[in-house]
């Protein structure tokens, strides 16, 4: 099964491309949080030359198992036509039509969709114009998107290989304790919940979880793993108060655990944890303060208040500042909302979401006519 991946992704990636690799792990890291450009440099520096070695061998496989098979089916009609005197008139023909028959096969495999035409082709198009990288991805999605799918998950595994080697090296050398092994275990579990492998994932938290009962980052991505992929509310908000107990100043825990509240109904607790996340973010301008103020923005719409100020920093941010998309699935606060909130009003909130964690959610956001109203407003300006 391994030697089939890395001969469809040599198959696909073609002679050293580092380029549209490189120009393809933007977009990737979209989708995979433990996922950075310079790992996806790295990884595929390290395998290329494995791969091609992996490839030949692959296709040396292919060919031999079927020349095998059909050896041994065509040998058995062979052996039936000797006895019966018309081996010499037939072998002839037997051996050939097998050969030819392999062949057909091996030719049937290259020529499936995902061939290295169709990636060079779209290599040379990235090389040619790097600065549409965006809207040739958009395009790959939109067009093929079972190519960029087999390619974003190519890349996937090949991080969650690497995360899996790191864990034991740590371990190895430093320790099941030390906190780097715990870090490790924790980007793996990250890297596998992006793969919705999730019962992976939640081995490894807890893998973490017990080894470091006091890491407040491992403590903050199991509650919000529980809270959007097993709905258990109940030990998401544990975690969450644990995480919070351990380190009071990270905001991150703070806005994560003010969604939880949010859905929870317990809208006073929500907006005391926004407030403190958005004076410990002090005016910063990135995706987590977008989800603050996404955050702030689905609460006061909760209550039927002015919305304004709290769209308005978003769209300063969007506009004046840009942020790198990174894909964050915080599904029970979208269902919460599409729930509680008029549709068109829905439609809005659901665009910002996307354009916090999609490459594309920005043009999306644009199109829509009550976000093409709101009014930029400084991010110095005081909440109300």
Sequence with gaps: ??????????????????????????????????????NVTEIVEKSASAAKRLARWALLVDVSIWLLVFSIIFGCFGLVCWCLGFWKALSTTVATFALLFAL???????????????????????????????????????EDHALYEELKYWIQTQQKDNLRQQVAKSEKTLGPYHADTIAALNLLAKQLESMDVLDEAEAEYKRALERALGDFVVLGNYAFFLQNFRRNYAEARNLYLRALQADPTDAINHTNFAGLCLIMDNHPESEHHLREAWRL??????????????LRAALAAMRKEDTAIYLGQLKTIFEQEGIQPISSRNTTVLDYLRKHIPADQFAMFDAIYSATNKPDGIAQLQAISAWQRVRPVPLSSPWP
Excluded: W
């Design 281 to 294: 973010i002090a005016g910063k301008a990135d995706r987590y303060t977008c989800r603050t103020l996404f």
């Design 104 to 142: 057909l096969v091996l030719l049937d495999r290259v020529k499936r969709p995902g061939t290295p035409r169709r990636l060079r082709a779209v290599v040379k198009q990235l090389n040619r114009e790097p600065q549409k990288s965006q809207e040739l991805y958009a395009k790959l999605q939109r």
């Design 1 to 38: 099964m391994k030697i089939g991946i890395y001969s469809n992704c040599l198959r696909k990636i073609g002679h050293n491309e580092q380029g549209i690799i490189a120009q393809i792990g933007e977009l990737v890291t979209c989708y995979a949080p433990a996922l950075t450009l310079p």
